[in-house]
C-alpha cells in the first residue's frame, strides 16, 4: 500500500487528520478497481464510493470514502491502494449467517425467537456482527424475563462454514419460573387482610 493511502485508512478509522507528511498529491483517476468480494455486487461498493473515473482524487475523498463503506455494516475491513493513477478499493466482507438454531428453547417457539431477532437486525442472510449477536442474547433474555425465568442463560455458539458463512446457535438453559411463596401486607387499615389477599388469589388464578 502506498504511504499515503495507508495514512488515509488509518485516518477514517480514528476520525484524525492526516499528517502533512504523509498526504499524497491529488490526481485524476483513470480507473477504480475492486478486490476481495465474494458474494456481495461491485455496484454496492462503486454507489458509496465518493468520486467516479475522471474525478481528482485526494486524502479528503479516500477517508470519506472509507467511512461510507464501513457505514454499510457489510464490511470487517477496507482500505484503498494507488498503483498509478488506478485506484484499487480492496475489501473484507463480514461472514453471512447462514443459519440461526435454537437449542433448549421450551417455553417459546422457536419462531416465535427468530422473529425476536430479527427485530434487533440478526436473521438468516444478514451480515454476522459480534454486536448485534450481543444484542440478540440479551433480547432472548429479555424475552424469558418476561416469563418470570430471572435465571434463564443463553450463550451463543459462532460456528463457521464455507464460502464465508456461520451458523449461530442460541443455547438456553431456562431455569425454574419464579414464584411468589408468600404475600406480606403493611401499612393497609381500610381492608382486612384476607380480603386484600383473596385479590392476589384472583389475579394470579389461584
Known sequence: MAPGLAAVALAAVLGTAIPAAWAIEPFTVRDIRVEGLQRIEPGTIFASLPFRVGDTY???????????????GLFKDV????????LVVIIE?????????FVGTKEFDKA????ALREVGLADGRPYDKALADRAEQELKRQYISRSLYNAQ??????????????LTFTVT?????????????????????????????????
Open 58 to 72: 485526494n486524502d479528503e475523498r479516500g477517508s470519506a470514502a472509507i467511512r461510507a463503506l464501513f457505514d454499510l
Open 79 to 86: 482500505r484503498i491502494d494507488v498503483s498509478g493513477n488506478v
Open 93 to 101: 466482507e463480514r461472514p453471512t449467517i447462514a443459519d440461526v438454531d
Open 112 to 115: 416465535a425467537l427468530q422473529k
Open 154 to 167: 443463553v450463550v451463543t455458539t459462532v460456528t463457521p462454514i464455507e464460502r464465508n458463512r456461520v451458523n
Open 174 to 206: 431456562e431455569g425454574d419460573a419464579a414464584r411468589i411463596r408468600e404475600v406480606h401486607i403493611v401499612g393497609n387499615k381500610a381492608f382486612s387482610e384476607g380480603t386484600l389477599l383473596d385479590l392476589f388469589d384472583q389475579d394470579s388464578g389461584g
